[in-house]
Each structure stands twice: as structure tokens, then as C-alpha cells.
């Protein structure tokens, strides 16, 4: 090999080596926690379910966490619409705090429906993606509802 051809092949070895190198004290890859169900009465007629949670973090979106809320709900006397308002809570160990929502509604066609802005409000069809500015380290998160409900809880290690 002649020296160019060696400082080609260096300079090509350099450039991979690097890109596989993960910056230290950073998992490879993302954490993903499920809530304990939330079980709720819902508006509409005799209407009420689960709403189902699951939380994401990733080292490469340090301090945030991604929270996917899914509802099924149910009426009684067969089809129709029902919705809830979904509220994610979270507390961290040094008293940092919050919260977002969104308001689901389920009308029995299971079609995907992009989430949109009304009255100050977020509504979405059965589920809805939350993403929340947490912070690092470990954090305290709940599900509660606008009606009726025994919440649903997870613990976020956020990166």
C-alpha cells in the first residue's frame, strides 16, 4: 500500500471508529415503561373504560419524556361516542413538576385521527402522543382523568 492509499484507508478506519463511538455515560438505547391502568367513567352516555399509558426516554433527548395515552372506552346500550380528558402528571426529587393533557374520544371506527387545538384544549381520536419537558433523574408520573377514576402510575427515569 502506498502512503497515500495508508492515509486514505487510516483516515476511512478514523471516520467509522468515531461514528460508532457512544458518548460516555449514555445507554445505547431507549427506556420504555408502561403505567399501571387508569380506570375511568367517561362522558357520553353511560360511557367509561381504561385509559392505557406508556412512557419513552432516550439519552440523545436528555431531560424529556415522550408519553403515548391510549383509551378504550365502552357505552353501555352498544355504539356511540365516548370521550375523557387525559391528564399526565409528573414530580421529580428535587420539586420540579407538571403536567399536559389531552382530551381522547372514542366513536367505534378505531380510525387514526391527527390530534388538534380547539378552545385552548387538545383533542385527539383513542390515543395521543404527550411529550414532556421532565428534567433528569428520577420522576414520580400519574394518569387522572376528568371524571371518576383510579389513576394510573409509572416511575420515568429520564436521562
Not at 45 to 69: D, I, L
Not at 119 to 141: I, K, N, P, V
Request: glycine share 14%.
Amino acid at each position: 500500500m502506498t502512503g497515500r492509499h495508508a492515509l486514505v484507508a487510516g483516515i476511512g478506519f478514523a471516520v467509522v471508529g468515531a461514528a460508532l463511538v457512544v458518548p460516555p455515560g449514555h445507554a445505547a438505547a431507549s427506556t420504555t415503561v408502561r403505567y399501571s391502568p387508569t380506570y375511568t367513567l367517561a362522558d357520553g352516555p353511560a360511557c367509561g373504560g381504561v385509559v392505557r399509558g406508556t412512557v419513552s426516554t432516550h439519552p440523545m433527548t436528555p431531560g424529556r419524556a415522550t408519553v403515548y395515552v391510549a383509551a378504550d372506552l365502552y357505552r353501555l346500550g352498544g355504539p356511540g361516542v365516548c370521550s375523557v380528558t387525559v391528564t399526565v402528571h409528573w414530580r421529580g426529587a428535587r420539586g420540579a413538576s407538571g403536567a399536559k393533557s389531552a382530551t381522547l374520544v372514542v366513536d367505534g371506527t378505531h380510525r387514526p385521527r391527527p390530534c388538534v387545538q380547539r378552545m385552548g384544549r387538545t383533542f385527539c381520536g383513542e390515543t395521543a402522543e404527550l411529550r414532556l419537558m421532565t428534567g433528569r433523574g428520577q420522576l414520580d408520573s400519574w394518569i387522572t382523568t376528568s371524571h371518576p377514576h383510579l389513576a394510573g402510575r409509572a416511575v420515568i427515569n429520564a436521562f
